[in-house]
């Protein structure tokens, strides 16, 4: 069975850190693309990182941009995502998912033509 599991959320005070995990189950990591996106209720989902296959190109939405960092580790089949200075606002269901994009060097933001998703972590920021 092909998986992705996503751990790692929590309750944090603001200015906070919290590292999400994204593992692959069924499958091997190095093929895909990977893309951590979030949703706060009664929003849209919004892509928050990515990362390509081969590592070397990785992009963040500016909200996020000198707090979160996205990394991956072939060895555990596991994407990261360290997010640290936490604020309310980041407040939110974060999923990862997979994308089997053709060119290496490359990842996208966007929830549509993902072809894997993991079923989502709870992220809390508050006082």
């Known amino acids: 069975q092909l998986q992705l599991v996503e751990s790692g959320g929590g309750l944090v005070q603001p200015g906070g850190s919290l590292r999400l995990s994204c593992a692959a189950s069924?499958?091997?990591?190095?093929?895909?693309?990977i893309g951590w996106f979030r949703q706060a209720p009664g929003k849209e989902r919004e892509g928050v990182s990515c990362?390509?296959?081969?590592?070397?190109?990785?992009n963040y939405v500016d909200s996020v941009k000198g707090r979160f960092t996205i990394s991956r580790d072939k060895a555990k089949n596991t994407v990261y995502l360290q997010m640290n200075s936490l604020k309310p606002e980041d407040t939110a269901v974060y999923y990862c998912?997979?994308?089997?994009?053709?060119?290496?060097?490359?990842?996208?933001?966007?929830?549509?033509?993902?072809?894997?998703w993991g079923q989502g972590t709870q992220v809390t920021v508050s006082s």
């Open positions: 990362i390509s296959r081969n590592g070397d190109t990785t």
């Open positions: 998912a997979a994308d089997a994009i053709l060119f290496q060097t490359m990842c996208k933001m966007t929830p549509s033509g993902q072809n894997y």
């Open positions: 069924g499958f091997t990591l190095d093929y895909y693309a």
